[in-house]
Nanobody, 117 residues
Framework: EVRLVESGGGLVEPGGSLRLSCAAS????????MHWVRQAPGKGLEWVST????????DYADSVKGRFTISRDNVKNTLYLQMNTLKIEDTAVYYC??????????RGQGTQVSVSS
């Protein structure tokens, strides 16, 4: 059973930083492409970033490119998202997922990120 548990969200001022973590279990994390997606209030799921399983090739949505960094530790079975220069429009629930556009079984419970002055 895929289990993904996100942590690290919180309230931060514009321009601030947060680091999200996702602890993975129940599947072969080290061979999976992994993703971060988010859902802002009243909106649908939005893909944020992807990382490959072995050589850590990364990809980012234009809205976060240059500000967010995805990484992974295949020994600890953990996915990360370093978020810098946060903007109000980054406010959302952030999910780690095994698919780029996941259903509920393919993502965690999420962690809330709120950017406000």
């Amino acid at each position: 059973e895929v289990r993904l548990v996100e942590s690290g969200g919180g309230l931060v001022e514009p321009g601030g930083s947060l680091r999200l973590s996702c602890a993975a279990s129940g599947f072969a994390f080290g061979i999976y492409w992994m993703h971060w997606v988010r859902q802002a209030p009243g909106k649908g799921l939005e893909w944020v970033s992807t990382i490959s399983p072995v050589d850590s090739t990364t990809d980012y949505a234009d809205s976060v490119k240059g500000r967010f960094t995805i990484s992974r530790d295949n020994v600890k079975n953990t996915l990360y998202l370093q978020m810098n220069t946060l903007k109000i429009e980054d406010t959302a629930v952030y999910y780690c997922a095994t698919m780029r556009l996941p259903n509920e079984a393919q993502r965690g419970q999420g962690t809330q990120v709120s950017v406000s002055s």
